[in-house]
């Protein structure tokens, strides 16, 4: 590995004279992550067509990134604190424009989901450099700055991905259809990896201690043998070994958390901060982000297909029209965390039922059209809503349940949200996407019908839970630094 990959920190004490230069090129690192799961459902009916790829294989091109994701987060958040943030950083952005690539140039469903597993595991080895980057170079006024700044652009991205998925799928350059929208990151990465190379500053946690990748790899496969029976089970019939796969990934997972509670071994951080799920309040939190991101990613896949191959829409179309949720979320967000401090889980018990109420004015004005044309603007009104809703819950949730955490875990307890976010739109795609395509014989409509009920029922379990909840939040401007990515939309 070149010298320059594996620099030692700097020894001033002061603030680097390149971080907001270097703030910059890791934020359009993780821009190409943060669009890439919005940027993809409004192309997944076109994808389809083109490479005839079968229901199933829809649903992994979504759940196959965020399993990818999910399974490789933490570790490469301990290996980045102990190993230096910078290398991992260079060779996550390398590797993502490398898996973006060969999505590109995929030429079939298998071929493009591997793809799609490689630009999750690789999206997750930069996105904690990034987060832990600027824990590191900023400092007072400037941390909050750089994490205010973040936090737009996390939120910008949520729209521009969904709009410029259906640009690029429409405008079909080259003849490439769909392809544009993997490879428009190829010289994003490419740029960003030279522009790291020279402003990024090498930096780590000289206190870090071993990273568990045993565990690490023991979660990964106990994330996909859960998630693998439910998109593979309805194709073949729902067999014994897909109801085995599945509780031997649940105790795999489970199992991983009792012998991590138990072993004593010196200088290794474990994977999951077992003390913080014994307090009610994380583990609600977790359930909450979990479930949440199930309604919302399984919401998006299924409403994509239905949108464009049961109603005619064209991807751009599409993508006009979905971005209205994202709108609803640019309303209510600026002003959640100030809200939390004041109200606590209230805020985010509104916000669910926002989400389920706005889920349900969808599924209403889709059952009242029957199998007629349904016109864009009345599902607008639902959408926004739905997207509000999501600004009240997300955006504060991990502030509310730090208020019940303490300070030491506060580090793997963002992690194990991050996680718990990605992998539950996994699981969406899974559930929901399942049940929407066991109806689809009978007309999208009816599947999309059939399958509203799991999206808006989440939202409310959301929101039951949030009663569990702790009663306030702790101010943001006291928690060093927001841990968890925002929530893709």
Same mark, same amino acid.
């Given at each position: 590995?070149?010298?320059s990959?594996t620099?030692?920190?700097p020894?001033?004490t002061?603030?680097h004279?390149?971080?907001w =230069?270097?703030a910059?090129?890791?934020?359009? #690192?993780a821009l190409m992550?943060?669009?890439d799961v919005?940027?993809?459902?409004?192309?997944?009916p076109?994808?389809?067509?083109?490479?005839?790829?079968?229901d199933?294989?829809?649903?992994?091109?979504?759940s196959?990134?965020?399993l990818?994701?999910s399974?490789?987060?933490?570790?490469a958040?301990?290996?980045?604190?102990?190993?230096?943030?910078r290398g991992?950083?260079?060779?996550?952005?390398?590797?993502?424009g490398?898996?973006?690539l060969?999505?590109g140039? #995929?030429q079939s469903?298998?071929?493009?989901?591997a793809a799609r597993?490689?630009?999750g595991?690789?999206a997750?080895?930069?996105?904690?450099?990034?987060?832990?980057?600027?824990?590191?170079l900023?400092?007072?006024r400037?941390?909050g700055?750089v994490?205010g700044v973040?936090?737009a652009?996390?939120g910008f =991205?949520?729209?521009a991905?969904?709009l410029l998925g %259906?640009l690029?799928?429409?405008a079909d350059l080259?003849?490439?259809?769909? $392809? !544009?929208v993997? *490879?428009?990151?190829v010289?994003?990465?490419?740029?960003?990896f030279l522009?790291?190379?020279m402003l990024?500053?090498?930096?780590?946690?000289?206190?870090a201690?071993?990273p568990d990748?045993?565990g690490?790899?023991l979660l990964?496969?106990?994330l996909?043998a859960?998630?693998l029976? @439910?998109?593979?089970?309805?194709?073949?019939?729902?067999?014994?070994?897909?109801?085995?796969c599945l #509780?031997a990934?649940v105790?795999a997972?489970?199992?991983l958390?009792?012998?991590?509670a138990?072993?004593?071994?010196?200088?290794?951080?474990?994977?999951?901060?077992?003390?913080?799920f014994?307090?009610?309040?994380?583990s609600?939190?977790?359930?909450?982000q979990?479930?949440f991101s199930v309604?919302?990613?399984?919401?998006? *896949?299924?409403?994509?297909i239905?949108l464009?191959a049961?109603?005619?829409?064209t991807?751009?179309?599409a993508?006009?029209?979905?971005a209205?949720?994202?709108?609803?979320g640019?309303l209510?967000?600026?002003a959640?965390? $100030?809200?939390a401090?004041r109200? %606590?889980?209230?805020?985010?018990?509104?916000?669910a039922?926002?989400?389920?109420?706005?889920?349900?004015?969808?599924?209403?004005e889709?059952t009242q059209a029957?199998g007629?044309?349904t016109?864009a603007?009345p599902?607008?009104p639902?959408?926004?809503?739905?997207g509000?809703?999501?600004?009240?819950?997300?955006v504060? *949730?991990?502030n509310v349940?730090l208020?019940?955490? !303490?300070?030491?875990?506060?580090g793997g307890?963002?992690g194990?949200?991050s996680?718990?976010?990605?992998?539950?739109?996994a699981?969406?795609a899974?559930?929901?996407?399942?049940?929407?395509?066991?109806?689809?014989?009978q007309?999208?409509?009816e #599947?999309?019908?059939a399958a509203?009920?799991?999206?808006t029922?989440?939202f409310? *379990?959301c929101a039951? @839970?949030?009663a569990?909840?702790?009663r306030?939040?702790?101010?943001?401007a006291a928690?060093?630094?927001?841990?968890? $990515?925002?929530?893709h939309t």
């Amino acid at each position: 590995m070149p010298a320059s990959l594996t620099a030692p920190p700097p020894t001033t004490t002061g603030p680097h004279p390149r971080r907001w =230069a270097a703030a910059v090129v890791m934020m359009i #690192a993780a821009l190409m992550d943060l669009l890439d799961v919005t940027i993809v459902n409004v192309a997944i009916p076109s994808i389809g067509r083109d490479l005839h790829a079968s229901d199933s294989a829809l649903q992994w091109l979504v759940s196959a990134y965020l399993l990818g994701f999910s399974a490789t987060l933490i570790v490469a958040g301990h290996l980045g604190d102990r190993f230096g943030r910078r290398g991992l950083f260079l060779a996550g952005t390398a590797g993502f424009g490398l898996a973006s690539l060969a999505c590109g140039m #995929a030429q079939s469903p298998g071929q493009l989901i591997a793809a799609r597993a490689v630009q999750g595991v690789t999206a997750a080895v930069l996105m904690p450099q990034v987060l832990g980057s600027f824990r590191t170079l900023f400092q007072g006024r400037e941390r909050g700055a750089v994490f205010g700044v973040y936090g737009a652009v996390a939120g910008f =991205a949520s729209a521009a991905g969904l709009l410029l998925g %259906g640009l690029l799928t429409d405008a079909d350059l080259f003849g490439w259809g769909w $392809r !544009p929208v993997f *490879l428009v990151n190829v010289p994003v990465a490419a740029a960003t990896f030279l522009a790291g190379l020279m402003l990024v500053p090498a930096t780590r946690e000289r206190s870090a201690g071993r990273p568990d990748v045993l565990g690490s790899a023991l979660l990964a496969a106990g994330l996909v043998a859960i998630v693998l029976p @439910l998109v593979q089970g309805r194709e073949h019939g729902w067999p014994l070994w897909g109801w085995t796969c599945l #509780a031997a990934g649940v105790c795999a997972v489970a199992g991983l958390g009792v012998f991590e509670a138990r072993r004593r071994r010196a200088g290794t951080v474990p994977l999951l901060p077992v003390r913080a799920f014994r307090l009610p309040a994380f583990s609600v939190g977790v359930l909450v982000q979990l479930l949440f991101s199930v309604g919302m990613q399984g919401f998006f *896949l299924v409403f994509a297909i239905w949108l464009q191959a049961g109603q005619g829409y064209t991807p751009m179309q599409a993508g006009v029209l979905t971005a209205a949720f994202s709108a609803g979320g640019f309303l209510t967000a600026p002003a959640a965390d $100030r809200l939390a401090v004041r109200y %606590g889980r209230t805020v985010l018990a509104a916000g669910a039922l926002l989400m389920a109420g706005g889920s349900g004015w969808v599924w209403a004005e889709v059952t009242q059209a029957g199998g007629t044309h349904t016109g864009a603007w009345p599902l607008v009104p639902g959408l926004v809503t739905a997207g509000a809703g999501l600004g009240f819950l997300v955006v504060p *949730l991990v502030n509310v349940v730090l208020s019940a955490v !303490p300070a030491d875990l506060a580090g793997g307890a963002s992690g194990i949200f991050s996680t718990a976010q990605q992998f539950g739109g996994a699981l969406g795609a899974a559930v929901v996407g399942t049940v929407f395509f066991a109806h689809a014989e009978q007309g999208l409509t009816e #599947a999309l019908t059939a399958a509203m009920p799991w999206v808006t029922g989440g939202f409310l *379990l959301c929101a039951a @839970l949030c009663a569990a909840l702790p009663r306030r939040a702790v101010d943001p401007a006291a928690a060093s630094a927001p841990g968890s $990515r925002t929530a893709h939309t």
